[in-house]
């Protein structure tokens, strides 16, 4: 009986304290995904507090324009000879059995290797909420450019290293798997980049791929799994 | 005093309101929906776990370490067996989680065990696995287990659940309920502001682009709808309306909340479909299912039952004719 009239008696706390936090958090998710301006970069490090790294979200869905580039990973391998020489194969694309085959790869475990080799493209991506609101405070505020330089370089060093790594790792399984006898010392990998015939006849031709090129890199020995 | 009278009655017809648990059914669902697609999402990649996950993986432990953001259970995972454990440790508690057993202490295992898995590993995710993460922390306060429960057949039906007894946690759980609503208003709000910010979606070759990337499109189907201009100038437009038109239409009333709910779905079906995208599209579709009423659920099932009992009444009033056309 006394419980069921503590119970009743919490209620209206309750409420107000849940009703409390869905006003809060809202508020925050609204800051933390609007448009870049004043409000919003006064606001932002403030939201991003609570947000990150829980709530952390982007609904750039296929948004605003898809580029609709075919990205092909390619893989070439440096093989030892027996007598001792080095060799390198010519690039070969390991995404094409990915493509070749939609379904098989979407309903199968390929579609998540084909997403982790397309993952090497991370460098190119420039969206980034947080040097988005750092662009903005330092368009009036002079002092704070040499801040954002020093942080896009930062930021750009650690994708490109964390993408070389991972290509190299890549590279070191596929070359693994199509020379499973050979001894391999160096791989390299590159992303080739293949814009779409243009939607109207307007529009001109699609340059030529663009390549991405990881460079030759120590095999990665210690790798296993594939 | 008739005016504090009326606050109070207001206040109490509010909190009245506010303790009899909402959307039981369709968190259920929710639960066995997403229980599903993340089940999938570890057994499809089972045989590649070390290669994309494990310590000698993609992702090697200290690079993992570096780029850790938050707390992830793989981190306990310095040697192979400890990963092992938790892989398959994580499949058991998503098992039992869908299954319906002690889905309240369950949830947030199963979150971590999925927010772990996504942090883990190259990235390899779409934004289903966003929206999961967060609204799996919505759902640590929810009931996930009332219907579809392994759990519930074994127990008595006449004992109320504790979220209908006690009336703090129905309305934790009506929290949920609305925070769900208004997270799926927001990413189908920004999503559609988003593209309306560019070109491609007003002027239809957005549709066009993402089929041109393998990676996406139904071969032989895309390819179709693709050359159909006209349609897709269609299509584009129609998909920002959709999407900005969301949060409105959730909000308008009852009527238009099914109706813009349905019409998510079967967008999400299309996405399933057409750009091949299926553990978004689920992630989505289990988060719409979970925004329905009870008594939506329990009209859509009085109204196929109705249907059925017609069609096999008919069936059998068919068959009895036959026969006696037979016989005579």
């Known amino acids: 009986m006394v419980t069921q009239r503590i119970l009743k008696q919490l209620r209206l706390p309750a409420l107000v304290v849940c009703w409390s936090w869905l006003v809060f958090h809202f508020l925050c998710t609204t800051v933390y995904l609007a448009p870049t301006g004043t409000v919003q970069a006064g606001l932002y490090e403030l939201a991003c507090r609570y947000m990150r790294p829980r709530f952390s979200q982007r609904w750039a869905l296929f948004a605003p324009d898809p580029d609709g580039k075919t990205r092909h990973f390619q893989v070439r391998c440096r093989i030892e000879r027996p007598d001792g020489g080095l060799q390198d194969t010519p690039f070969y694309d390991v995404t094409e059995r990915f493509y070749a085959s939609p379904w098989h790869t979407r309903l199968g475990p ?65 070359c693994r798997r199509q020379f499973p006898e050979a001894k391999i010392a160096a791989v390299t990998a590159a992303l080739d980049l293949v814009r779409p015939q243009p939607y109207f006849a307007s529009d001109p031709a699609p340059p030529d791929p663009q390549r991405v090129d990881f460079g030759w890199q120590p095999y990665a020995a210690d790798l296993r799994g594939l | 005093m008739s005016k504090v009278w ?98 309240r202490w369950l ?14 590993g190259p990235p390899l995710w779409d934004g289903g696995d966003n929206l999961m993460a967060i609204l799996l922390v919505f759902a640590c306060f929810a009931d996930l287990g009332a219907h579809f429960s392994a759990a519930r057949a074994s127990a008595d039906p006449e004992q109320p659940r504790r979220v209908q007894s006690v009336p703090a946690l129905a309305i ?7 925070a769900f609503g208004i997270q799926v208003c927001i990413v189908y709000f920004v999503a559609g502001i988003m593209k309306a910010r560019g070109h491609a979606w007003l002027d239809g070759s957005a549709l066009y682009s ?31 309306a959709f999407q900005i038109s969301f949060p409105f239409f959730f909000a308008l009333n009852r ?30 579709i289990a988060a719409e299912l979970a925004l329905i009423s ?4 329990r009209r859509a099932a009085r109204l196929l039952r109705r249907t059925f009992q017609r069609e096999s009444e008919n069936a059998v009033r068919s068959l009895d004719a036959t026969t006696s056309r037979d016989g005579k």
């Open chain 1, 110 to 174: 390929d579609g998540r290797l084909l997403r982790a080799y397309l993952s090497t493209l991370m460098p190119l991506d420039r969206d980034d909420k947080t040097l988005d609101v750092l662009r903005y405070r330092a368009k009036a505020d002079p002092a704070l450019r040499e801040t954002l330089e020093r942080r896009l370089e930062r930021v750009g060093q650690w994708r490109s290293e964390y993408a070389r790594r991972l290509a190299a790792r890549i590279g070191s399984a596929e």
């Open chain 2, 6 to 103: 009326a606050v109070r009655r207001w206040l109490q017809a509010l909190v009245d309101r506010e303790v009899e648990p909402r959307n039981l059914i369709g968190l259920s669902l929710f639960r066995v929906l997403v229980g599903i697609a993340i089940l999938s999402e570890f057994l499809l990649v089972y045989g590649q776990r070390a290669y994309l996950f494990g310590n000698r993986g993609l992702v090697p432990y200290a690079t993992y370490l570096e780029q850790m953001a938050h707390f992830s259970l793989y981190w306990f995972a310095r040697s192979d067996w400890v990963f092992e454990l938790i892989y398959h440790g994580s499949v058991l508690v998503v098992l039992l989680w869908t299954l319906g057993y002690a889905t």
């Open chain 2, 107 to 120: 949830t947030p295992l199963v979150f971590y065990c999925w927010t772990s898995f996504t942090d883990r």
């Open chain 2, 172 to 178: 934790f759980h009506n929290t949920v309920v609305r």
């Open chain 2, 210 to 240: 993402s089929w041109a990337d393998p990676q996406f499109g139904w071969p032989g189907v895309t390819d179709r709808i693709a050359q159909n201009k006209a349609l897709l100038s269609v299509l584009g437009p129609l998909t920002i």
């Open chain 2, 255 to 284: 009527r238009s909340r099914v109706f813009i709910l349905l019409v998510a779905m079967s967008f999400h079906l299309g996405i399933a479909l057409l750009m091949g995208l299926l553990s978004f599209a689920t992630f989505f």
């Open chain 2, 294 to 297: 009870d008594a939506e659920y």
